[in-house]
């Protein structure tokens, strides 16, 4: 049961991965002058930031633009920022460091859609002298990027699946687990957030850096969703065909979960279920707020964003890398957000993540 069950979705991954050739996908999501106007830096004297987002689509990156246009405006610096069509979309994120290089960027910030294919451009970005700072998805292996500013993805799995654990045990369930994971290509965030839960639900997870290689039982399946609502819904479907017993599901992050919820109740079965989830965004939260979702981990974009540029600018004037005090990243803080609390189990009410969510 621990094997990788990636179904039609998977299928689908594939097929639109072909058309994205080299530059076809990418997205230039805007430039802002910020040093150009407005009491900023103006002139040559501009440091111009790269912002290389998974998607524009999803409010975590969303977001995540809105707090580095602020911040570059703040800070008098001019933001160019790009994204690829879809989650997983390496070439356009190759496209985009390529245009940052010929651009005179100063740095560019990343979450890498693939953290290994990414590696070489982001090679070249620094031989030519860019910072690079990854956001959210560290590299593989970490020490591509000059710092990464992310969420402790696997704190964020470990908590989600420690209240998991607290909750079945609490009503005497015993579970059977769907994973609606991201992508088949191993991307850290996914690994990281699907491990952790693992873990924090007390399943052995044996190789840590893999999804798929456990023997649990009491795990029905694994599929992936591109971390769409869409996706959610299909694979959701996908694995209650293998097992219509599921009665917890661990899922990448709320679009994902949207879509599992929408399966569940299609299958009337949303009151059977649990699901967990990671990201904090507004509509997540109101998802938890009405049941639909039972917990999720939030995670803060804006300050990732923040002090992204902020490194950038500063890097510009000393050439000075940001520390990380030894550590693969810094941690921009994760929160456990439920109004179902359990003994042992720190966590924060909607009351709260409402007031800390995004998008």
């Known amino acids: 049961m621990g094997t990788m069950n ?47 987002t998974k998607t524009d689509t999803n409010p975590f990156f969303v977001k ?75 590299t593989e292996p970490p020490d591509a990027a000059d710092a990464t500013f992310a969420t402790d993805n696997y704190k964020a799995g470990l908590d989600i699946g420690q209240w998991a654990k607290a909750k079945f045990a609490k009503d005497g369930k015993q579970a059977k687990i769907a994973f609606l994971d991201l992508n088949p290509d191993g991307v850290s965030v996914d690994v990281q957030r699907d491990q952790g839960f693992m873990e924090g639900f007390g399943i052995d997870v044996k190789d840590k850096t893999k999804i798929g290689d456990e023997s649990d039982p009491r795990i029905v399946g694994h599929d992936v969703t591109d971390g769409a609502e869409e996706g959610g819904r299909t694979a959701m479907e996908n694995l209650l065909q293998k097992d219509s017993g599921i009665n917890l599901v661990y899922t990448i992050n709320e679009p994902a979960a949207a879509g599992a919820y929408q399966a569940l109740k299609a299958a009337g079965k949303e009151k059977d279920v649990t699901i967990v989830s990671v990201d ?40 000075k ?39």
């Open 321 to 359: 890398k940001p520390d990380q005090g030894g550590k693969d990243f810094i941690d921009t803080g994760v929160t456990l957000i439920t109004d179902d609390p359990q003994d042992g189990v720190e966590s924060k009410d909607t009351a709260f993540g409402l007031k800390n969510c995004w998008g």
């Open 64 to 138: 995540m633009k809105e707090g580095a246009d602020a911040q570059a405006k703040k800070l008098g610096a001019q933001l160019q920022s790009f994204a690829g069509k879809k989650d997983g979309d390496n070439e356009s994120q190759v496209a985009a460091v390529e245009s940052l290089i010929s651009a005179g960027a100063k740095g560019l910030m990343i979450t890498p859609s693939d953290s290994k294919a990414i590696v070489p451009s982001l090679d070249k970005a620094r031989q030519a002298g860019l910072l690079v700072i990854a956001l959210d998805t560290q």
């Open 280 to 319: 904090g965004g507004c509509p997540g939260v109101e998802n938890v707020k009405s049941g639909a979702i039972g917990a999720t981990s939030q995670q803060y974009p804006l300050k990732m964003a923040e002090e992204g540029v902020k490194a950038i600018v500063d890097y510009s004037k000393d050439e």
């Open 6 to 52: 990636f179904g039609r979705t998977a299928r689908r991954v594939a097929a639109a991965g072909s058309v994205f050739a080299l530059g076809a996908g990418l997205v230039a999501c805007g430039s802002d002058d910020g040093g150009s106007g407005g009491g900023g830096g103006g002139g040559g004297d501009d440091v111009t930031v790269g912002l290389i």
